[in-house]
């Protein structure tokens, strides 16, 4: 079965929030400080990438490991 990928910006506001991460098969990335968006939301990304300059990403670190 295909999955659902999602990519995460610092913008998002929890839009169709129910329809991510629902399979095994679903991918979520984050960009940049939609780290940060996705954790207000009790998301756990599978990638993230970006510079990080718009956020502390040592705050986060042992999130993603």
Known sequence: TEGLCTIIGAMWDGECQDQIGTK???LLLCADAGLWSAHRFGL?????IGDFDSMQIEE???ELQ
């Open 24 to 26: 095994p098969e679903d």
């Open 44 to 48: 756990k990304p599978d990638l993230v």
């Open 60 to 62: 986060h670190t042992s």
